[in-house]
């Protein structure tokens, strides 16, 4: 019996028996339906993996049944893997490693059950989940559409540790095994089927009777299985290398190899899932078992994977928002404007199954944006395998249209014109009277105040900001920006738009730069300071990449344009006086030849295999040259932003530090390894932080920016921590 003494249970756990039913199906078959009471879908924590123990006992006890199905409440209903807020609160490895035991002494034992064992699941069927399907002797999916399959812990700074990295090794092969854990990615059916994850595919109406009839033996897998269990040649042969030491210490090699260029050793999940994976053939299960609950201990314990999971708390809480009272469905939206973040955010609806009618003065321009459409989601179909049915209702949705006829049908229109108040009132002026009373007029701005734009409208309750990122379809954060006058269920009904689009969006107040950009003007700033000093750009951007920014900020200040950023750092000065006065060095720079990549030439010259310093930089600085150490260099820029947050914070730009940190990760790139800005001042140390700040401005031709915010020194008074609740 499995009690809370190894596995946390939560406060209102039920009572024994009620979350894991066992049924006789006749024939000698039994099924085991995951179906806990406190979840609408099944996780497994305590009260699962005590009742699901309880029913491999009763398994045991059984000599006359010849098979098993384990399945969920529904065909797309199984489980989403581990507890992830118990993983949170874990800080004990020894805790950590009994409990990770227990688990495996579970689903080994059901695993030696002397039956046919096969799972029949859908939906979700993420990490634990997986692993769980992975001691059947067969898998049966779901061919929905919402169907997920795979072991995302690596993302989450954890491995797959209740077996992921010995059995699926096991039954794909080593590089198959290790694309799936080193990805994170969580398969569609179909694709899952190719890599061998599972061995066949249902509709939802014939799951159960398939996998009824695979654990009687009265149907077996006619198809050829490809992937590392399959007949072909190619498997074959991958099954006679997988088998060979040298092959999987070469695969184990590129892998790693892969990994410390992408993540320059930050992170440690991955490199011991290589580990474990490689290793893994010819081990005992118990052996394999126990090397991964030492790593799985370490790993929960250690602080990368309390951040990535706090992010993922995050994210999931963010979602929550188009749930909260006064969300309605958008069905059909409006955008004005069909340049790039226009078009952009017009394709996404369209994609994700929103009517779209795009508008702009120009047909040529909705031309191509209409043809871009087309062929990015003929593009991400062929990637995804999407049906034909399904790629014809995606383009179909994306209709275009100069003026503003079929407006009068939207639910929301969406403004992506010219960054310029006095062009922005006009076009929400026309808007007003051209849709329906109700429907909601969203902003894209990135840098003017929602109530100005909102000010001489009729009904300003009805305006808010939807501030994308570009690029749209890769960029995971939205800003939702609430003006003062914006009503409630606004804001509401436009974050449940958001989760629907694939996003995350994060409520912010309607003040200059809203929160990501302005926490990312001192920051780029500073490195225009250090160039007029003097500074050399490559080494600035390596020493960010190695603090772990995706860029450095040279690199993205020619990604903006820098057009975009000078503008914005004027806003900024405007909104924020001395601690946002901006350097001189953009407008030496800036020319229409020289706006960044979208030119060829900003602070690097771009168009051949990489980027290169351009050759004249020199030439542009003013200051008098000087050295700097790596240490001032990189506080002087990570230090700048983190100031600016704390003021957010306490200004109340956002509701809670988690917020905070969750959309300056996502809008920014900033370390996801160190938890956010907040979260990175808290591991440092506020005390320390507070010391540097000091001695930066004093040297700084803009202290104001390097004076500890009150809020900080108070914290690092009292010792206390940032409010995250």
């Known amino acids: 019996m499995i009690d809370d003494t190894l596995i946390p249970f939560p406060p209102d756990a039920p009572e024994a028996g009620s979350c894991v039913r066992l049924e006789e199906l006749g024939e000698g078959l039994a099924k085991i339906v995951l179906e806990p009471p406190h979840r609408s879908l099944a996780v497994l924590d305590g009260p699962l993996l005590r009742d699901f123990s309880m029913a491999v006992d009763a398994l045991e006890r059984r000599s006359d049944l010849k098979g098993v199905i384990l399945t969920g409440r529904s065909p797309t209903s199984f489980a989403a893997g581990a507890d992830i807020d118990a993983i949170a609160n874990l800080t004990d490895q020894g805790q950590i490693r009994k409990l990770v035991t227990t688990v495996h002494a579970v689903f080994a034992r059901f695993a030696a059950l002397p039956l046919r064992k096969v799972a029949a699941v859908g939906g979700p069927v993420p990490g634990g989940a997986f692993e769980l399907t992975l001691c059947c002797d067969l898998i049966v999916l779901t061919n929905a559409k919402e169907t997920r399959i795979g072991l995302p812990e690596t993302q989450l700074g954890i ?222 179909a062929k990637k995804r395998r999407t049906e034909t049915s399904e790629v014809d209702r995606a383009i179909d949705r ?193 020319a229409p030849e020289r706006m960044g990549r979208k030119t060829g030439l900003g602070f690097f010259k771009h168009g051949g295999s990489k980027p290169v310093p351009a050759s004249d930089l020199n030439g542009l600085r003013e200051l008098p040259s000087r050295s700097h150490d790596d240490d001032e260099i990189v506080d002087r820029l990570v230090l700048a932003l983190c100031a600016e947050a704390v003021r957010a914070l306490d200004e109340s730009v956002v509701e809670t530090a988690d917020q905070l940190d969750l959309a300056v990760i996502l809008g920014t790139g900033f370390a996801p390894f160190r938890g956010g800005p907040l979260r990175y001042l808290e591991r440092r140390g506020l005390s320390s932080v507070v010391s540097r700040l000091k001695f930066l401005a004093e040297s700084s031709a803009t202290p104001g920016r390097f004076l500890p915010p009150k809020a900080m020194v108070g914290l690092a008074e009292s010792g206390g921590r940032f409010e995250r609740v």
């Not at 092969?173 to 249902?202: E, N, S, W």
């Open 159 to 380: 491995v797959p540790g209740f077996g992921g990295c010995h059995r699926l090794p096991a039954r794909v092969g080593l590089p198959t095994a290790l694309q799936a854990i080193l990805t994170g990615r969580l398969f569609p059916a179909k694709q899952a089927l190719k890599l061998g994850l599972v061995d066949r595919l249902a509709q939802v109406e014939d799951l159960e009777r398939i996998a009824s009839e695979l654990a009687l033996g009265q149907q077996r897998i006619r198809r050829p299985r490809r992937g590392f269990r399959g007949t072909s040649w190619s498997s074959r042969l991958q099954r006679v290398l997988d088998a060979v030491g040298p092959f999987r210490s070469f695969v184990a090699s590129k892998a790693r190899k892969s990994v410390l260029q992408k993540t320059r050793g930050h992170y440690p999940a991955p490199l011991s899932a290589i580990d474990l994976a490689k290793t893994s053939r010819g081990r005992s299960a118990t052996e394999a078992a126990d090397r991964e609950a030492d790593a799985t201990a370490v790993l929960v314990a250690g602080r990368v994977a309390k951040n990535l999971v706090s992010i993922f708390l995050g994210s999931e809480a963010a979602k929550k928002l188009g749930r909260q009272e006064g969300a309605e469905d958008v069905g059909r939206i409006g955008v004005i404007g069909a340049g790039v973040m226009g078009a952009g955010i017009a394709s996404l609806g369209a994609g994700r199954g929103v009517d779209v009618r795009l508008s702009d003065l120009d047909q040529s321009v909705l031309d191509q944006a209409e043809l871009r459409h087309r062929k990015e989601t003929l593009k991400r």
């Open 398 to 590: 994306f209709e275009t249209g100069v003026g503003l006829g079929g407006f009068a049908g939207c639910d929301l229109v969406v403004e992506a014109v010219a960054e310029r108040l006095e062009v922005k009132r006009a076009v929400f002026s026309e808007l007003a009277e051209a849709c329906r009373e109700g429907a909601i007029l969203a902003t894209n701005t990135s840098s003017l105040s929602v109530d100005a734009i909102a000010s001489k409208l009729p009904d300003p309750g009805r305006i808010v900001g939807l501030h994308f990122f570009n690029p749209v379809a890769k960029m995971p954060l939205v800003e939702v920006v609430r003006g003062s006058r914006t009503r409630p269920e606004v804001v509401a009904t436009v974050c449940r738009l958001a989760v629907r689009l694939g996003k995350t969006p994060v409520p912010v107040a309607d003040v200059p730069g809203f929160l990501v950009n302005r926490v990312l003007g001192p920051y780029l700033d500073e490195a225009a300071r250090l160039f007029d000093e003097g500074a050399d750009i490559q080494r600035v951007d390596r020493l960010m990449l190695e603090f772990g920014m995706p860029m450095g900020p040279f690199a993205l200040l020619d990604e903006v344009g820098l057009d975009v950023a000078a503008h914005a750092g004027r806003s900024m000065f405007e909104g924020y006086g001395e601690r946002m006065q901006t350097s001189l060095v953009l407008g030496r720079l800036l």
